[in-house]
C-alpha cells in the first residue's frame, strides 16, 4: 500500500518506521493534521527476517520531503509517547 500526499518527487527522505500499523496510522494522522505532505508504503518482511523485527510481517515506511523534515519532527516530538516509542526516526 502506498500513500503519498503532496506534490514531491523522489528526492523524499525516511521520516521514521515502524512495525505496528496503528503507530503508523497514528503518525500519517498527525502529520496530516498539520498539513505536511508524506509517503508511507509498507513493505513485507521476508521470513527468514522477522525475527529481527519481533516475528513482525509488515514495516510501515514514512518518507518526507527534506525541507518538511524539521517540522515533521516536531510534529512526531509533540505525539504521546506510547507511540513514539514503538517509531524509529531517521536521522537526516
Known sequence: MTMKLGNY???DVELCRTTNSRV????AEALLEQHIPFT???KKIPFFKRETYQGADT???ITINPRRYGQARRVI???DRAYRE???LSNY
Open 59 to 61: 514495516l510501515w515506511v
Open 24 to 27: 503508523s496510522t497514528h503518525t
Open 9 to 11: 518527487k523522489d528526492n
Open 40 to 42: 508511507k508504503n509498507s
Open 77 to 79: 516530538d509533540g505525539m
Open 86 to 88: 514503538h517509531l524509529e
